[in-house]
């Protein structure tokens, strides 16, 4: 993603805001991971987008903990020393994360399957939550994020999912990583 997928999609955003959604954040790693890995491929490229993370889930609680971007020590052994020291404050016995990555990410309760999905998406990250669903949900789901992502967007999945009976909405791009482009 860092290397190959996400430069290629900044080159291609015609506009001055690229919008990413990961559904089924829970307590938002993988909102902030993102963002984080963004800053750094834009400052790359010398780039100059303004990125917006819409993070989602069902769970309140997990939101309300999300937003805070306040992890435990341990969180260490999961980041690189050069996100934890770029974006990382240590505050007593925990980390938080700085305040401009928080700003990218915006935290919201959201029901995938029965609320309206959001659009003009370039990147879907919905990694192990479709497992959770039965085989309709599941479809019904990867059409609402087909619908929310642009043309050749990207829908990432978790390791044990595919897109299954939607696969011809989509095209492979990476099979082991999971990485699949939207065919519009």
């Known amino acids: 993603l860092e290397g ?3 430069p290629r999609l900044v080159e291609r955003v015609e506009s001055r805001e690229v919008r990413f959604w990961v559904a089924g954040c829970s307590t938002g790693e993988e909102a902030y991971s993102l963002a ?4 750094d491929v834009l400052e790359g490229m010398g780039k100059r987008l303004d990125v917006k993370v819409f993070a989602t889930d069902l769970d309140r609680d997990a939101i309300l903990r999300a ?3 306040i992890y435990p020590e341990s969180i260490a052994a999961d980041l690189s020393q050069k996100f934890l020291a770029r974006y990382f404050h240590r505050r007593d016995d ?4 700085d305040r401009s990555i928080r700003e990218m ?16 998406i370039e990147l879907v990250s919905c990694r192990n939550m479709l497992i959770y669903l039965q085989p309709v949900l599941q479809r019904k789901a990867l059409e609402l994020m087909n619908f929310s992502l642009n043309p050749q967007g990207i829908l990432l999945l978790g ?3 595919t897109t299954g009976e939607v696969a011809d909405l989509f095209e492979t ?12």
């Open 67 to 69: 937003s805070s971007g």
């Open 4 to 6: 190959q997928y996400l």
């Open 94 to 97: 925990h980390s938080q994360i």
């Open 173 to 184: 791009l990476h099979q082991k990583f999971k990485l699949y482009a939207s065919k519009g």
């Open 105 to 120: 990410v915006v935290f919201a309760q959201h029901n995938l399957i029965k609320d309206p999905p959001f659009t003009n």
């Open 159 to 161: 390791s044990s999912e």
């Open 36 to 39: 984080m890995l963004s800053r």
